[in-house]
């Protein structure tokens, strides 16, 4: 009987195939069949972990998230071990779900892919505005750390910051990833640093005393 890890790697596998599909030639592209021949797996196999493509696009989206948060996780965790301000952690948080790079261009369009088909499929729109949420929630804990250590005023309100700074991270990842190159041939990636740090300086406007003793 295949072990646990087996049947893991496996599940990866289809996420990989699905996001590749996705990737390379849009949401359409992806069957049960298509997916089966790009993992190199039996249509068989890949229904026996998952019946149909919402089912299939649901874990990809959850692969790809758990990729983020990993990322996310290893930016805090430097930003600890090298006492950076929460305002420039969070700077650098915010860039992963920035399609800045092939890897995240082609995570951000499978998230694209998802949140399309949510908005047919109620189960799918619920794990799509639970992310959504959780993201909020993330950054309005950072926007609480801040008003602890001194980088942000005592009596501002962490929901709105957290809907407005995630508002504008979504905002940007959409322009970059519908326009890379940007008007004129000025590249909309050039205005992600300066827009996030703008943004940051509204909410984060004090001095960290997080490390000073």
Same mark, same amino acid.
């Given at each position: 009987m295949p072990r646990t890890a087996d049947h893991e790697q496996?599940?990866?596998?289809?996420a990989d195939a699905v996001s590749r599909l996705i990737s390379e030639h849009g949401l359409d592209a992806v069957t049960v069949a298509r997916t089966a021949a790009c993992a190199g797996m039996s249509v068989g196999l890949v229904q026996h972990y998952f019946r149909n493509k919402d089912e299939m696009l649901l874990h990809a989206f959850r692969e790809i998230s758990a990729h983020i948060r990993a990322r996310v996780?290893?930016?805090?965790?430097?930003?600890?071990?090298?006492?950076r301000p929460i305002a420039r952690v969070m700077a650098e948080v915010m860039t992963e779900y920035i399609p800045l790079d092939e890897v995240r261009r082609a995570e951000y369009r499978v998230a694209? /892919?998802?949140?399309? *088909?949510?908005?047919? =499929?109620?189960?799918?729109?619920e794990v799509d505005t639970e992310s /959504?949420?959780?993201? *909020?929630?993330?950054? =309005?804990r950072a926007v609480r750390n801040g008003k602890e250590c001194g980088e942000v005023d005592e009596h501002l309100d962490p929901l709105p910051a957290a809907v407005r700074l995630a508002a504008v991270m979504e905002g940007l990842a959409l322009q970059v990833y519908r326009e890379p190159e940007g008007g004129a041939g000025v590249p909309v990636a050039r205005f992600v640093a300066p827009l996030l740090d703008a943004e940051l300086a509204t909410v984060f406007t004090g001095e960290c005393r997080q490390y000073t003793g």
């Open positions: 496996r599940r990866r596998q289809i996780e290893e930016r805090i965790r430097d930003g600890v071990e090298h006492r694209r /892919a998802f949140a399309g *088909r949510a908005l047919d =499929a109620p189960a799918l729109a /959504a949420r959780k993201l *909020r929630e993330d950054i =309005a």
